[in-house]
């Protein structure tokens, strides 16, 4: 029963690496969502899929890209890694919009 | 645009007092609302949900909230805190008509002392 998977849990980057964080949900769930958690900040929306083939922009996408291939995994990337996106990263997946957002355990993220 | 704010980043309570939690939203449509938990180093659990039933809406270790369309809140109350219920609280607000994105409060830290 693994419901939302993140990988890794923990990464350091230096400023201007790339890579990618891992999401992938087994609940069979068409909508799935990518947050960043900052201190005192709430949760911001960076990306978001409705279903396999389909993503758009959220809140806070500059710096990030996104794939959804299959209805399982929904990637977020990460290119030339500047210190503002040093922060906790979320990923979660939802049935249909009026039920609970399941979330992964977070991937916590250091630029330096 | 939908909004979401929790009155109060810290809340501090004694073991067995009552617990309030506030949150309002902002929308010109209905919305579906909802409060999670989350404890240190973990993801967010789903603690209950209003989904337009019953406005008095009772979750997991004892919460409830109650929806009040006039007043656009939807508080999370315990009558009596227990130590385990020490984490930060999130309200976030979602709906049909948006791909269910969800707008989260910025959060509220429950301290409970003994």
């Known amino acids: 029963n693994a419901g939302v998977t993140q990988t890794p849990k923990f990464r350091i980057l230096k400023i201007g690496q790339s890579m990618t964080l891992q999401c992938t949900q087994d609940?069979?769930?068409?909508?799935m969502y990518w947050y960043r958690q900052d201190p005192g900040m709430g949760l911001k929306l960076i990306y978001y899929?409705?279903?396999?083939?389909?993503?758009d922009k959220g809140e806070v996408p500059n710096g990030y890209n996104v794939s959804r291939s299959t209805t399982e995994d929904f990637p977020l990337r990460l290119e030339l890694a500047a210190p503002s996106q040093t922060s906790v990263y979320f990923c979660?997946?939802?049935?249909?919009?009026?039920?609970?957002?399941?979330f992964g355990q977070g991937t916590r993220l250091t630029v330096v | 645009a939908q909004s979401v704010t929790q009155l109060g980043s810290h809340v501090s309570v004694s073991e067995g007092a009552l617990v309030l939690l506030r949150c309002n939203y902002s929308?010109?449509?209905?919305?579906?609302l909802f409060w999670y938990v989350q404890y240190p180093n973990q993801g967010l659990q789903l603690l209950l949900k209003?989904?337009?039933?019953?406005?008095l809406v009772k979750g997991i270790n004892g919460f409830e909230a109650e929806f009040k369309k006039s007043e656009t809140s939807f508080h999370l109350t315990k009558p009596s805190a227990h130590m385990s219920d020490a984490a930060e609280y999130f309200c976030?607000?979602?709906?049909?008509?948006?791909?269910?994105?969800?707008?989260f409060g910025d959060g509220t830290t429950l301290t409970v002392k003994p």
């Open positions: 609940m069979n769930h068409n909508y």
């Open positions: 209003y989904t337009s039933a019953a406005t």
């Open positions: 899929s409705v279903g396999a083939g389909i993503t």
């Open positions: 929308s010109s449509v209905p919305p579906y």
């Open positions: 976030a607000v979602s709906y049909n008509t948006n791909a269910g994105k969800s707008t």
């Open positions: 979660a997946s939802r049935r249909v919009p009026n039920t609970e957002a399941f």
